[in-house]
C-alpha cells in the first residue's frame, strides 16, 4: 500500500531513470533537474522531499559509484560498438575503427553527467529499498512527527 492513495507504485526502471529517490521512488534527489547545469548538476539535498530519507546515508557513501559508473560507461562502449558494427561495420583496410572510437568519446564525454547521476541513484537503491509503507504517520501517544524512529520509545 502506498502513501497516497492514488499513487501507482513507480517502477525501479522508471524511478532510476528519473532520479528517484530509492525508498519512495517519488522524491527528487537533485536539486536541479538539468543534468547540464556543471555547477550544480551534483548537488543532493539532505533528506529527500517527499518521505524523509537521507540521500547521502554516511560519510563517504558515494564513493562507490565509481564502480557502477564504470559499468554504465562499458555499456554504452558495447551498445556503441555494436550499432557501428551492424550499420556501419569493421573493415582491417579502412579507418572505420579509428572513427569509431573517436564516436565513442564523444558520446562518453556528452553522457558524462547523467552516467554521473544514474550512478548515484543506482548505488543508492543498492543500499536503500524500496517501502511502500514509508509513511506510517507518527507513532501513536509520542507526539512525533518522524516516522523514522517508529516504535523507538
Not at 546515508?57 to 559499468?71: I, N
Not at 555499456?75 to 572510437?101: Q, T
Request: aromatic letters at 16%; one cysteine or more; glycine letters at 8%.
Amino acid at each position: 500500500m502506498c502513501a497516497d492513495k492514488n499513487h501507482e507504485k513507480s517502477g525501479l526502471l522508471k524511478s532510476l531513470l528519473g532520479n528517484k529517490c530509492a525508498r519512495c521512488r517519488r522524491g527528487a534527489i537533485y536539486t536541479s533537474k538539468n543534468p547540464y547545469d556543471l555547477k550544480n548538476c551534483l548537488k543532493m539535498p539532505d533528506t529527500c522531499p517527499v518521505c524523509g530519507q537521507q540521500v547521502e546515508v554516511e560519510v563517504g557513501f558515494y564513493y562507490g559509484t565509481g564502480y557502477v559508473s564504470y559499468a554504465l560507461s562499458i555499456a554504452i562502449c558495447v551498445a556503441s560498438f555494436i550499432a557501428w558494427w551492424l550499420f556501419i561495420g569493421f573493415s582491417i583496410y579502412d579507418n572505420r575503427i579509428f572513427w569509431w572510437l573517436g564516436v565513442n568519446a564523444f558520446i562518453l564525454l556528452v553522457m558524462q553527467p547523467l552516467i554521473m547521476r544514474w550512478s548515484r541513484t543506482i548505488w543508492m537503491a543498492f543500499f536503500v529499498y524500496y517501502d511502500e509503507n514509508w509513511y506510517q504517520g507518527p507513532p501513536e501517544g509520542s507526539g512525533r512527527a518522524n516516522a523514522t524512529f517508529k516504535n523507538a520509545i
